[in-house]
T-cell receptor, first 115, second 114 residues
Framework: SQKIEQNSEALNIQEGKTATLTCNYTNYSPAYLQWYRQDPGRGPVFLLL?????KEKRKERLKVTFDTTLKQSLFHITASQPADSATYLCALPRGSGQAGTALIFGKGTTLSVSS | ETGVTQTPRHLVMGMTNKKSLKCEQH?????MYWYKQSAKKPLELMFV???????ENNSVPSRFSPECPNSSHLFLHLHTLQPEDSALYLC?????????????FGDGTRLSIL
């Protein structure tokens, strides 16, 4: 069955450093992968989507890579700030087309950025 | 403001009670979802509605009953729940177009079963 693993449950870094989060998947060849941010007591918020034919995607201080050979995505936050502290979720599609695309989520990595 | 509103935000109920969770989206989307989020576990998909038709029921016990009266509203009717059903219930919506659209989540209903 499809499986997603976000290797680190928690990651602690100092302000200004680059945070790198990992998402691995097995038994699957997804057409795309999404990253979400979730703050305590709130629902997840969409950050970035990367397709299988894209190696890298950037948005401001965020960068996502997608290696379909390794079956891995890396999520980078450069020049991290305490406000970046949150749980980051990796998600892959379960379906496709018009029938509603449900997502499979990883457990998430909780990032803490200290000043 | 995410465009997806869930009520109530918190709910405490006994195992014999009947209650309903409500979700409303103001984004013009045509697909809606219910997820369950328990501590230390990934989000679990419960139900998917696309164009107001239920297209997926992810082996959810019958004590959970979804209803989608129109593309903007989604309900989750609860009855005779168990303590293990205590969790954060999240509603999401998306625009179905070749399946790659992001999902927009509400802030959830925190459910506690006594």
């Amino acid at each position: 069955s499809q499986k997603i693993e976000q290797n680190s449950e928690a990651l602690n870094i100092q302000e200004g450093k680059t945070a790198t989060l990992t998402c691995n998947y097995t038994n699957y060849s997804p057409a795309y992968l999404q990253w979400y941010r979730q703050d305590p007591g709130r629902g997840p918020v969409f950050l970035l989507l990367i397709r299988e034919n894209e190696k890298e995607k950037r948005k401001e201080r965020l960068k996502v890579t997608f290696d379909t050979t390794l079956k891995q995505s890396l999520f980078h936050i450069t020049a991290s700030q305490p406000a970046d502290s949150a749980t980051y979720l990796c998600a892959l599609p379960r379906g496709s087309g018009q029938a509603g695309t449900a997502l499979i989520f990883g457990k998430g990595t909780t990032l803490s950025v200290s000043s | 403001e995410t465009g997806v509103t869930q009520t109530p935000r918190h709910l405490v109920m006994g195992m014999t009670n009947k209650k309903s969770l409500k979700c409303e989206q103001h984004l013009g989307h045509n697909a809606m979802y219910w997820y369950k989020q328990s501590a230390k576990k990934p989000l679990e998909l419960m139900f998917v509605y696309s164009l107001e038709e239920r297209v997926e029921n992810n082996s959810v016990p019958s004590r959970f009953s979804p209803e989608c009266p129109n593309s903007s509203h989604l309900f989750l009717h609860l009855h005779t729940l168990q303590p293990e059903d205590s969790a954060l219930y999240l509603c999401a919506s998306s625009q179905v177009f070749r399946g790659s659209q992001p999902q927009h989540f509400g802030d959830g209903t925190r459910l506690s079963i006594l």
